[in-house]
């Protein structure tokens, strides 16, 4: 399994890259909520545990929130810490 973690991690690169500029969040809100993802001690293996997403491509959507309770970062907070 560990040999395709790296075809795993290019997949979702693509994926975040194929996102429509109108559904993607603009890349400094992105890396912002990806810092908070990181901080996490609900975030395995890029994974959340929460929700089983990829954390790269929950954060690369404008409209998708955090789905922990509360949530980390929303499409308002914009990945912000409060």
Request: hydrophobic share 30%; net charge negative; charged share 25%.
């Amino acid at each position: 399994m560990a040999e395709n973690q790296p075809d795993l991690a290019r997949t979702v690169e693509d994926y975040v890259a194929s996102l429509p500029e109108g559904v993607r969040t603009p890349e400094t809100v992105y890396r912002s909520r990806l810092a908070l993802c990181l901080r996490c001690e609900n975030l395995r293996d890029g994974t959340c545990a929460l929700c089983g997403c990829y954390a790269e491509a929950r954060a690369a959507k404008a409209a998708q929130q955090c789905p922990a309770v509360p949530p980390r970062w929303t499409p308002e907070t914009e990945g912000e810490p409060e």
